[in-house]
């Protein structure tokens, strides 16, 4: 049994790091995801709190985590799992049968689970759970308590980087279809073999004599008896979903030129996107620099749109406060919000292919990309940025080795 419970704890706390690690770098997609929760309960007033649970919610499951894979303050922390397995457990069953999210975003984009196989987890983890609290005063750790405190502190700077840096410029790591290097047309590609939508037809049939309304199927209905039954009405029911691209009511509609969504993300030459999902909600102090980055590509040759969700009125009243110098089309809201988690974004395409996004933190200068292949700047650019990563990383491991051998120089001078 200690054998079991100590490899449920482990289990249990990878779950936990995972789930919580996928939603702290993307703070605002689970912003988004509290939303269409809190909208599908009626509950749209605590909309302006999301973004607060979102960095709450990631920064308790990753600490728990932690505390649970590591066994350090393990008494907090199997509370903590219990009383998430407890509000979490009923909640997917709920959701399950109602379904009113079709992805509970538990793991964020890194992969999705319907609500039943969400429930269904959560089953299990439930029981795990409930074995680790039960036990949680015979788990025995290695660590001191200064040694507990310094890794359980060590992760909340962590994780809370993490969130920070991920919120104010871009998720560090993109599991969305719109990452750099995707082909979104290759995204919007069906399978020639792929699974179709299954659907039952119900026809509603109406008795003449009675005026009694009756369902039937394709197989039953009574299409010969005109005498006691005439057609009322018809619906469908879908029975199993098909296979769904994984970019999907992705159009691009210019307001002069209509759908011009195939000449974009076939140009040979680059195309620059900004993304708004929603005007009115966008940082205005990133307009005057996408000026003048939409008159050097345009001097080039270069297309430059922008894209919202916002009604033609509200690009008018915008314009007429900040004078634009590039048009902006209309597209889905979700596709847009999927697409970057910055209001304003900016993407940079080459035939569909996305060679680059930054958010409006990190939108580049016009004296940055002069003189230089818009690509060679992208490849240079993401390859310094990977060097300061592993920078980072190297120096958080040294200065983690360093506190631990001063801990344990100081507990060995202290006997």
């Given at each position: 049994?200690?054998?079991?419970?100590?490899?449920?704890?482990?289990?249990?706390?990878?779950?936990?790091?995972?789930?919580?690690?996928?939603?702290?770098?993307?703070?605002?997609?689970?912003?988004?995801?509290?939303?269409?929760?809190?909208?599908?309960?009626?509950?749209?007033?605590?909309?302006?709190?999301?973004?607060?649970?979102?960095?709450?919610?990631?920064?308790?499951?990753?600490?728990?985590?932690?505390?649970?894979?590591?066994?350090?303050?393990?008494?907090?922390?199997?509370?903590?799992?219990?009383?998430?397995?407890?509000?979490?457990?009923?909640?997917?069953?709920?959701?399950?049968?109602?379904?009113?999210?079709?992805?509970?975003?538990?793991?964020?984009?890194?992969?999705?689970?319907?609500?039943?196989?969400?429930?269904?987890?959560?089953?299990?983890?439930?029981?795990?759970?409930?074995?680790?609290?039960?036990?949680?005063?015979q788990f025995k750790s290695i660590y001191n308590f200064l040694e507990q405190t310094v890794l359980?502190?060590?992760?909340?700077?962590?994780?809370?980087?993490?969130?920070?840096?991920?919120?104010?410029?871009?998720?560090?790591?993109?599991?969305?279809?719109?990452?750099?290097?995707?082909?979104?047309?290759?995204?919007?590609?069906?399978?020639?073999?792929?699974?179709?939508?299954?659907?039952?037809?119900?026809?509603?049939?109406?008795?003449?004599?009675?005026?009694?309304?009756?369902?039937?199927?394709?197989?039953?209905?009574?299409?010969?008896?005109?005498?006691?039954?005439?057609?009322?009405?018809?619906?469908?029911?879908?029975?199993?979903?098909?296979?769904?691209?994984?970019?999907?009511?992705?159009?691009?509609?210019?307001?002069?030129?209509?759908?011009?969504?195939?000449?974009?993300?076939?140009?040979?030459?680059?195309?620059?996107?900004?993304?708004?999902?929603?005007?009115?909600?966008?940082?205005?102090?990133?307009?005057?620099?996408?000026?003048?980055?939409?008159?050097?590509?345009?001097?080039?040759?270069?297309?430059?749109?922008?894209?919202?969700?916002?009604?033609?009125?509200?690009?008018?009243?915008?314009?007429?406060?900040?004078?634009?110098?590039?048009?902006?089309?209309?597209?889905?809201?979700?596709?847009?919000?999927?697409?970057?988690?910055?209001?304003?974004?900016?993407?940079?395409?080459?035939?569909?292919?996305?060679?680059?996004?930054?958010?409006?933190?990190?939108?580049?200068?016009?004296?940055?990309?002069?003189?230089?292949?818009?690509?060679?700047?992208?490849?240079?650019?993401?390859?310094?940025?990977?060097?300061?990563?592993?920078?980072?990383?190297?120096?958080?491991?040294?200065?983690?080795?360093?506190?631990?051998?001063?801990?344990?120089?100081?507990?060995?001078?202290?006997?």
């Open positions: 049994m200690k054998f079991i419970a100590n490899l449920f704890r482990i289990l249990l706390g990878l779950v936990f790091i995972g789930s919580g690690f996928v939603k702290g770098i993307d703070p605002l997609g689970s912003e988004y995801k509290f939303i269409e929760y809190f909208n599908a309960f009626g509950l749209g007033g605590l909309n302006a709190s999301a973004l607060f649970f979102s960095f709450l919610l990631s920064g308790l499951e990753f600490l728990i985590g932690i505390c649970l894979f590591l066994n350090i303050k393990i008494k907090g922390a199997a509370w903590g799992a219990w009383l998430f397995m407890l509000v979490f457990t009923p909640l997917t069953l709920i959701l399950a049968i109602r379904n009113p999210v079709t992805d509970c975003g538990c793991f964020g984009d890194a992969f999705t689970l319907t609500n039943w196989q969400t429930f269904w987890k959560n089953v299990f983890l439930f029981f795990m759970a409930y074995l680790v609290f039960y036990r949680r005063k359980l502190f060590g992760s909340i700077i962590f994780i809370g980087c993490v969130e920070g840096y991920s919120y104010r410029h871009l998720p560090i790591i993109d599991f969305r279809p719109y990452a750099i290097g995707s082909n979104i047309s290759a995204g919007m590609e069906i399978p020639a073999d792929a699974p179709q939508d299954e659907y039952r037809i119900l026809l509603n049939y109406k008795n003449k004599n009675t005026g009694e309304i009756r369902e039937f199927n394709e197989q039953n209905y009574p299409w010969q008896d005109t005498v006691n039954w005439e057609f009322h009405s018809s619906e469908q029911q879908l029975l199993q979903k098909g296979y769904q691209a994984p970019i999907h009511d992705f159009v691009i509609e210019h307001p002069q030129w209509g759908d011009i969504t195939e000449e974009v993300l076939q140009d040979d030459n680059y195309t620059f996107l900004v993304v708004s999902y929603r005007i009115d909600k966008l940082v205005p102090e990133a307009l005057e620099q996408l000026n003048q980055l939409a008159y050097y590509a345009q001097a080039r040759g270069y297309r430059f749109y922008g894209l919202t969700a916002s009604s033609a009125e509200e690009i008018r009243q915008l314009q007429s406060i900040h004078p634009l110098h590039f048009d902006f089309c209309t597209t889905d809201e979700i596709q847009l919000k999927t697409m970057i988690r910055s209001n304003p974004g900016l993407l940079l395409l080459k035939k569909g292919t996305i060679i680059d996004k930054w958010g409006h933190r990190d939108i580049p200068a016009v004296e940055d990309l002069a003189g230089k292949d818009p690509l060679a700047y992208c490849l240079t650019e993401q390859q310094n940025i990977t060097n300061r990563y592993i920078l980072y990383s190297l120096g958080l491991l040294f200065l983690l080795l360093l506190t631990f051998y001063t801990l344990k120089k100081y507990k060995r001078g202290g006997k």
